[in-house]
């Protein structure tokens, strides 16, 4: 693939995905909102920390098997139906594994409140195996063409999450549990339209297999990915848990909330990242650099132009959807959102590395971010709580962008710049023309 019809295709892919995001966000919203005016602060605090532990231990369930089939396949002629068999084999062991560890981590987060948890906990353990199968599986959909079917399957999977949340949480009362629960019905929708898509698009049959030889060629390309994946993880939203241990349940659903918000803006370049990553797993490194490069420009562009959008609603938006109560959840939230637009470009850039497999800058990268954030969490979340948290985390964020623009200096020989970061007037523009790309896809009769 030229470099040319790279950008075309990842044009017409980013709009896929990106109103997948923007759907994603909302119905997300819509859940968090129904738990959060159900439940109240703590309540959901107590959910968003479960759940965050449950979105920590599934991706390194995985063990980057999903990125490694898309490299695998695309660049080293492996067979689809090999790694879908591998992959699925692989991960009803390591599902096993996982699940034990997240027993362990929530019975440590919450000592003396476990035995009221104990249908929660099971929720959160059912969710992992279905979490852990959609996160690989979706990536090897993508990396066959199926962005548009991924992006739909990702809508279907926080439509069905939003749909349980009502039932099990309004209807039936069910709490914390109901809201897990619902989670796990969600991803577990996703996993099997994820598995049909590929057996019947691709004839991928999703029987379990086990191949030693293909598993260790991917875990080769795929275990630094995903290490690098739990960091990314880590520093996130390991200052959520710092929050619920400090200063308790309630403090903790306030800084939930305003991580959903403050991070909306990271989601157009989640977007551009999941339509760049086959697509730079098949260029040439003299192509890649300029390309990285454009697709980091481009997602500092999204977030700024999301940024300027929302933060001047924000104020008014966020105590009305979430209830007068969550108030305090305003000023974190607009110091999370320029800490989302660097979150945004340092995850594209690292991440299109990685599909060229220099998986070692997401991992330094990451590494700083969860270091400087916990440090200054550590120093602040004592006497300022999520206000705390939140300046760590665009603190955290400054850090891990820095790392991930020297290494792309170091990879691309010297000869990138800075200057190749900043977002320019085209890359706004391309942001307006990006719709177009897929109307006339669509118009094509393309199917994905």
Not at 2 to 11: H, K, L, M, Q, Y
Not at 395 to 402: D, E, I, P, S
């Amino acid at each position: 693939m030229t470099a040319a019809s790279a950008r075309t295709s990842v044009a017409a892919g980013s709009v896929a995905r990106a109103a997948a995001e923007a759907l994603w966000a909302l119905l997300s919203l819509l859940t968090g909102v129904l738990v959060a005016r159900h439940l109240g602060p703590a309540g959901k605090g107590t959910v968003s920390s479960i759940g965050y532990l449950v979105a920590i231990v599934a991706p390194a369930v995985t063990l980057g098997l999903g990125e490694a089939g898309v490299t695998l396949t695309r660049g080293r002629s492996v067979a689809l139906n090999r790694a879908v068999s591998a992959t699925i084999a692989c991960l009803a062991l390591t599902s096993i594994v996982g699940g034990v560890v997240l027993l362990a981590f929530v019975i440590l987060q919450f000592q003396g409140e476990i035995d009221h948890l104990e249908g929660a906990t099971a929720a959160a353990m059912a969710s992992l195996p279905a979490m852990a199968a959609w996160f690989s599986l979706s990536l090897l959909v993508e990396g066959q063409g199926g962005l548009i079917a991924s992006s739909a399957i990702k809508i279907v999977t926080a439509l069905v999450t939003a749909v349980m949340t009502a039932v099990l949480v309004l209807v039936l009362e069910l709490a914390v549990a109901g809201a897990l629960a619902s989670i796990a019905a969600g991803f577990t929708v996703g996993a099997l339209l994820t598995a049909g898509w590929l057996w019947r698009r691709r004839g991928a049959v999703p029987v379990p297999r086990w191949d030693g030889g293909y598993l260790r060629d991917a875990l080769r390309i795929g275990f630094p990915v995903q290490a690098a994946y739990l960091l990314v993880g880590l520093a996130a939203r390991a200052d959520l848990l710092l929050v619920q241990v400090i200063r308790g349940a309630s403090a903790a659903g306030y800084y939930s909330v305003a991580l959903t918000m403050g991070q909306l803006v990271s989601y157009g370049p989640v977007a551009l990242s999941a339509a760049s990553f086959p697509v730079s797993a098949g260029l040439k490194v003299g192509e890649v650099v300029p390309f990285i490069e454009r697709a980091s420009r481009t997602a500092a562009a999204a977030g700024a132009v999301s940024s300027i959008v929302f933060a001047p609603l924000l104020p008014f938006m966020l105590p009305r959807l979430f209830g007068a109560g969550f108030s305090e959840a305003v000023d974190p939230a607009l110091v999370l959102i320029p800490a989302g637009v660097l979150q945004g470009v340092q995850w594209v850039t690292c991440r299109l590395w990685a599909a060229q497999g220099r998986g070692g800058l997401l991992v330094w990268s990451s590494a700083l971010t969860l270091v400087v954030l916990l440090a200054v969490a550590a120093a602040l979340v004592p006497a300022h709580g999520a206000m705390g948290a939140a300046v760590a985390s665009l603190l955290a964020a400054t850090a891990g962008v820095a790392v991930a623009i020297v290494g792309h200096h170091r990879f691309a020989g010297g000869a990138a710049t800075l200057s190749g970061f900043v977002p320019r007037g085209g890359d706004f523009a391309r942001i307006v023309q990006i719709p177009r790309a897929l109307w006339r896809r669509l118009r094509r009769g393309h199917s994905a």
